[in-house]
């Protein structure tokens, strides 16, 4: 991607999610994992820490050698809300539900597939994560069931 | 190290839409606080200034309200900490007093939500959360705690009409704060309703009942060394424990989605430095922006087990008769919760109850209480133990 910020640097993560509210960040590759399918964590390659969302930086051995690794497999649904209101850039979009899974070593924050009815959805539900593509060339991820 | 007492105390009332400047609003509660511990500007050796940021259009808000009150040339500075930055103050003048540094300080909080437009607040609201990794989904405060409530309803069978009956209770102290925002009766039967407003869907499971409203409004604590307490005109209220933590703003961070650790966290520092613990305390006043943050507080706080907060509710144990009264001032469901404002004003209620100047909402000679104020969704929290001789 040859996006530049006005300070020259790569901002490809202003595409994340239905409105970007930062471009800059020393893990902008979650963009290009995105691209390729994939929902990406990193981990430390001196002490095996695992972070999700990524971090460039590992604040318990203070490294900066990071590996990615895609979210697989299941996580378990821990809680959901579905939103009557949203803020601004997201009046068009209500309703839609947020939520968080557990995959055991690192949870993972986001939407739910709009695909799936707050019917479905109970805590302890298997969910799985899966890249969605949105309007204006933007990349983001949402939970379906498993 | 020195012991520490409020001697003053104030607040505006809080309304919908304050008619006047950020610094006039401030004033409201400083004039009240400075009245009633009998000071003038000159007794006062330094202040703290609290809000939330980005609700101001005057940028460093300490400088400004520092002049007009009268404060200067003592030092001046601003804190936050976002819905608890008032009692950050008050933890930051406990400190600076302790150590000798100063000997009174002024604590003043406040917000002013009607300074910018809707738009500009559904604009900051996107950014209330981890703007990096949360906002891009389309967060909002609400929805947090609602999936807290949602979390412990799953886990221990906690009900829509357990937190109905918070409202409830709000409700009845509400109409009798002559400063709340919210003044009339709400019944079960209104959030049972789906045609009643107070029913109406903000983020699931949390209704429009569930939820505390905005408002504009001030406060100000006089805080003192021990040796200027005495000579004061009120009773001194001594700040007996004060406890503070921080958890990760993105959730993926936090493992408890039952309670806050924040809460606890604070509560068992507070609790140690006091020499007190949970049956200790006779009025309390609790962070309740939704109704399920006032259950999950009473759990926090060691009021009941993790679980045991809807039997409190239910069995009216948090009533101002009951074994552990709870926010008999309305809260912050209907007193309103100017950001910036609402620590102190919790500081205030305590110190009210503690002296017996709480008039309709008295309880009955309490001699400890305690205030549970906390900044975002669990991330920051702070907990304070008042009490009296
Ligand atoms: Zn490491």
Redesign the interface.
Known sequence: MGQKSEAGLDDR?RR???????GI?RVNDFIAHLEEGRVAGTRCRDCGQVF??PCADCRSCFSRRMAWFAVEGEGRL??????????????E?VP?T???LDFGG??????VDRAVS?EEL???LPMKVRVERLPGDRL?YAFVKA | MRRVAVIGVGQSEFVRAYPGSIRELAFEAFREAMEDGGLKPAAIDASIVCSAPEYDRQRSPAGVIAEYLGLNPQPTFYVETLCSSSTTGVRLAAALIASGQHDVVAVIGFQKMSEISS?ES??R????AD??????????M???Y???A??HM??YGTTLEDLALIRVKSSVYGRLNEKAVYRKEVTPAQLADPKDRMA???????RVGDCCANADGSSCLLLAAEDRARDCRKKPVWLLGVGSASASV?????DL?TGLSVAREAARRAYRMAGVGPDDIDVAEVHDCFTIAELMAYEDLGFAEPGGGRELIRNRATYREGKIPVNVDGGLLSKGHPIGATGGSQVRTIVLQLRGEAGAMQVKEPRIGLVHNIGGVGLYGNVLILGIE
């Open positions: 993560f994340f999610g239905t409105v970007g509210f930062t960040t999700f969302p821990v809680s959901w809300s579905r939103l009557a209101f949203g803020p601004a850039g997201f009046q979009d839609y947020i939520a968080l690192y949870k993972v924050f986001g939407r707050e109970a805590v302890g983001s | 738009a559904q604009e609201m996107g950014r209330g703007i990096q990794w949360e906002s891009p989904f389309g967060t909002m609400p929805a947090y609602a999936m807290y949602r979390a799953a886990a109406g869907p903000v983020a699931s499971p949390l993105n959730l993926t961070g936090r989605f």
